[in-house]
């Protein structure tokens, strides 16, 4: 079982930087997939990227290769988004998820999450 916290939101103006944070607790070890997804109001939950356990990079979505960038320290179970060039419209709220198995995009496949953390850009 996995317990994932994120952190590191916040209000942030058009073209800044914020690094989001997803800690994970792990009854087990073993190897696991962590992919971050977003969620703006009245929006579905959206794919953003997602990083093998060997840290890896699975895959960005188009709206955000180029400027997000994923990355992983497994010596301290946490994954890292950096978002730079940040746009107005990657407001929402980010969360991270973790599958032991499923290494693709659809939310629905990924066993465990976190409560997700607020990213507001401001134009």
């Known amino acids: 079982q996995v317990h994932l916290v994120e952190s590191g939101g916040g209000l942030v103006q058009a073209g800044g930087s914020l690094r989001l944070s997803c800690a994970a607790s792990?009854?087990?070890?073993?190897?696991?997939?962590t992919g971050w997804f977003r969620q703006a109001p009245g929006k579905e939950r959206e794919f953003v990227t997602a990083?093998?356990?060997?840290?890896?990079?699975?895959s960005y979505a188009d709206s955000v290769k180029g400027r997000f960038t994923v990355s992983r320290d497994n010596a301290k179970n946490t994954v890292y988004l950096q978002m730079n060039s940040l746009k107005p419209e990657d407001t929402a709220a980010y969360y991270c998820?973790?599958?032991?198995?499923?290494?693709?995009?659809?939310?629905?496949?990924?066993?465990?999450w976190g409560q997700g953390t607020q990213v507001t850009v401001s134009s």
């Open positions: 998820a973790a599958d032991p198995y499923y290494t693709g995009s659809n939310p629905l496949a990924y066993a465990y």
């Open positions: 792990l009854r087990t070890a073993g190897p696991y997939v």
């Open positions: 990083i093998r356990w060997s840290g890896v990079s699975i």
